[in-house]
């Protein structure tokens, strides 16, 4: 994540070297190095929501089954190869960032900042979709009625009596997944609207030559986050999706 | 430094002070001047943590509630002191101000791997810490540093919304500045440093770096679950909705157990470079050292349920996170026991530094054994919550941290500013220190065996005398703390009469001027020797001489 001080930079294959630093391969070392534990510092944080759900899961499956049931797994499906296919085109903007090719670098950004916005607009979708069912946490969120029939049938003891602090219980988290969904799928979208902008900008500046040597390390940096940003999904999308 | 500047004064080249305009302060990219940003930074914050640490002992002086007026003041005031002196002044105190300025320098490089990062974080950090100040000027919050669920979520109607956004932020700068460490330590060494030439300060410096990195975004997630919970009204920790309130201590101590470890890991890495150079010795058991500090490192991550051995985890749990608290205790010792041998047939002298430094010792040491006292199952149950806790956490932050902190900027004082400070005035303050944080806080480990409970407003009569003694050996605290802020102070008005190397030490951080020039280094950096090359004999020769001079 490191930009060059000069701001116009020639436009040959050379990179600018900064000050501190012997040569450019400790330089594209050290921003290479640098994304990569920042990114296990992204792990972790995702980690701290995975270990809240792998819990709460565990404890009441029950709930957490019938509240994935209401996510549209065939959605969900075609937005994972949409992404999928914006991890190719990032991957061949850095391809095209080492061989020279500057037409080729800006045309895979633009593609992968496409494929992006697909992904965000159907995921916009889906949540309006989710909303409109009152299936958004907080005060209007409504349990529907067969989810919770399906919870009394689960809970119903061998004398047809069913406890209603633990029905109470299954109920809230039964919006406790909802919570999550909502809130793990909003960071990860926070990420792609981060990454898009970051790719768009790429685009223009390698169009318009800011970046000495084509952008390379930039660009390499760039694209291990939005892989990155893709494995999570990948993650997400059977945690949240296919629980069946 | 501009080249004009360098024709008018036909000298050595300017060092990395000489510039002193507001915009060249707030612009810097230097690690040097982004280490002294921090030290303002880091020392007003002290300043205030430490102003309500002195009012709440004030409020302990007698049994009943007569000072703060009420006991919701009281619980503010705890609160924001521990919120101020955790986040705000020990994760960043050694790490962004000493680490900062001196890691570059000790493995031979120019800067760090990311210099605008690096300003990026203390701007980051001084965010929060702002909104910290806020907080604080607009009553506070009266949750405990820890900001347990299901009180902060549902029930505390301070500031706990804000308060959670500004921990947040400030965690940032602390994942710049570990991740900027880390970068800097694998690609900037200079040639012929290898891993096992490094000073151990830059080892103990990596091994925190490496907690920053991997503990605080845990600790970030759990305080924006606690924000989501309070904001929307959904039950992520609330029981009535299906949460649980102890999965919030789960991941708060996952970050904050190991927290306990940045805050004394680079003490720990101020110690290993005193130790020796005071002692005239190399260090003993070098590798081991540098393990013990990753060691740390590795099982800090492994022990946060001991801090809920009685919020009903299982028994089991209880026992084995019990066993691996046992196990943190055996690096911790290795490296205590490697610089009494260190000490051993070594020629010492007792300056400013090393009064610190041993002192740390001590401390830590009472400590780490009343540590272990606490991961025992049994004898937790005894004393939780009560001034035991209290005053073993004071033994490890104030007896070890802060005295780490306040011995390494004597130590490294003359490279960082370029003077020298009185010597007397030095040791009177570390002096001071000792006296005085023993007395307050030892009997806090009394009390709290005989039963007084943490953060309560009033207490029974019979623990009046213990109380009075804490509270005079806190007044004698903050003398000794607040003299070396002066005596330091004045010392800017003198000339730079420190040279390069007062203390005779090695390192590459005593072979540039004092103060350092911008770019610290004029010629290429070669290491061809191990570090801590002292020698004892040369030692008692030079002292010898001395003698013999003085004599004649």
């Keep these: ?244 | 430094m501009s080249a004009s500047a360098q024709a008018h004064h036909d000298g050595p080249p300017a060092d990395y002070l000489s510039e002193s305009t507001v915009k060249s302060w707030l612009l810097t990219t230097d690690h040097k001047r982004v280490g002294i940003l921090y030290l303002i930074s880091v020392t007003i914050f002290f300043i205030a943590g430490g102003v309500l640490a002195g009012l709440m002992r004030l409020e302990l002086m007698t049994p009943r509630g007569d000072v703060l007026g009420s006991p919701d003041t009281y619980n503010r005031m705890f609160t924001m002191h521990g919120v101020i002196m955790i986040f705000f002044f020990l994760v960043p105190a050694i790490p962004s101000v000493l680490g900062n300025f001196l890691l570059p320098l000790m493995i031979g490089a120019r800067d760090l791997a990311f210099p605008k990062i690096n300003l990026l974080s203390w701007y980051v950090y001084m965010v929060g810490g702002i909104m910290g100040v806020w907080i604080l000027m607009h009553g506070g919050i009266d949750t405990g540093w820890t900001f347990y669920t299901p009180f902060s979520s549902m029930y505390s109607n301070s500031m706990v919304l804000t308060a959670a956004v500004a921990v947040f932020i400030t965690g940032f700068s602390s994942i710049l500045t570990g991740l900027n460490f880390i970068v800097t330590v694998h690609t900037m060494r200079a040639p012929g440093m290898t891993w096992f030439r490094m000073p151990l300060f830059v080892w103990s410096h990596y091994a925190t770096a490496l907690i920053m990195v991997l503990a605080t975004p845990v600790l970030a997630i759990s305080i924006v679950l606690v924000g989501l919970e309070k904001f929307f009204g959904v039950g992520v920790f609330d029981p009535r909705l299906g949460g649980d309130p102890v999965l919030f201590q789960h991941l708060f101590w996952f970050y904050s157990h190991p927290a306990v470890y940045i805050m004394v890991l680079p003490g720990f890495a101020v110690i290993s470079e005193i130790i020796p150079c005071f002692a005239r010795r190399p260090i003993f058991g070098y590798r081991f050292v540098a393990f013990a500090s990753v060691a740390i490192a590795i099982f800090g991550f492994l022990v946060w349920g001991h801090h809920m051995f009685v919020s009903g985890q299982s028994m089991y749990a209880g026992a084995v996170f019990s066993i691996l608290s046992f196990l943190v205790a055996i690096p911790s010792a290795i490296k205590v026991f490697n610089w009494t041998a260190t000490l051993y047939k070594g020629s010492l002298s007792f300056d400013t530094p090393m009064l610190y430094a041993l002192g740390f010792m001590g401390l830590f040491t009472i400590g780490g054994l009343t540590g272990l006292m606490l991961a025992s199952l049994a004898l937790d149950v005894h004393v939780h919550d009560t001034y035991f806790v209290v005053a073993h956490f004071h033994y490890i932050m104030v007896g070890g941290t802060v005295m780490a902190y306040l011995g390494g900027i004597h130590f490294w004082w003359p490279k960082i500013s370029g003077r020298t400070y009185p010597e007397i005035w030095g040791k009177l303050s570390a002096l001071l220190v000792f006296v005085g944080f023993n007395l307050t806080f030892f009997p806090q480990f009394l009390l709290g065996y005989l039963g007084m409970p943490r953060r309560y407003f009033e207490y029974r009569p019979e623990f009046q005398v213990l109380n009075v003694m804490s509270t005079a050996g806190a007044t004698v605290l903050a003398v000794g703390m607040l003299m070396p802020m002066i005596y330091l102070g004045l010392s800017l008005r003198q000339p730079k009469n420190a040279g390069d190397n007062p203390w005779g030490a090695t390192g590459l951080e005593w072979q540039i001027e004092s103060p350092p020039t911008t770019h610290n280094f004029h010629e290429p950096v070669l290491v061809t020797c191990e570090p801590y090359l002292y020698s004892p004999e040369e030692a008692e020769r030079e002292y010898a001489h001395a003698q013999h001079v003085h004599s004649a």
């Design chain 1, 1 to 244: 994540m490191h930009t060059p001080s000069t701001s116009t930079a020639p436009d040959s294959g050379r990179q600018i070297l900064l000050s501190h630093f012997d040569d450019l391969e400790q330089q594209n070392l050290s921003s290479t190095l640098g994304m990569w534990f920042f990114l296990v510092s992204e792990v972790m944080f995702f980690s701290g929501l995975i270990a809240a759900y792998a819990v709460y899961r565990g404890l009441s499956p029950e709930a957490f089954h019938l509240a994935s049931r209401h996510m549209d797994k065939w959605w969900g499906f075609a937005n994972t190869l949409v992404l999928l296919t914006s991890s190719l085109t990032m991957a061949l903007a850095v391809r095209a960032t080492q061989t020279g090719d500057r037409r080729a670098i800006v045309r895979n950004l633009l593609w992968t900042a496409v494929l992006g916005s697909a992904f965000l607009g159907v995921k916009v979708f889906e949540w309006k979709a989710e909303i409109d069912h009152h299936l958004f946490p907080g005060k209007h969120f409504v349990v529907p009625d067969h989810d919770e029939e399906h919870l009394k049938e689960y809970l119903e003891k061998t004398d047809g009596h069913v406890d209603p602090v633990k029905l109470e219980r299954e109920k809230g988290r039964f919006q406790l997944m909802f919570v999550l969904y909502f809130f793990m799928t909003g960071v990860h979208a926070f990420h792609m609207i981060v990454g898009i902008a970051a790719v768009v900008l790429f685009a223009l500046l390698t169009h318009f030559k800011w970046f000495s040597g084509y952008g390379q390390t930039q660009t390499e940096s760039l694209g291990l986050y939005w892989h990155f940003v893709d494995v999570v999904w990948v993650f997400l999308y059977p945690l949240l999706y296919l629980i069946e």
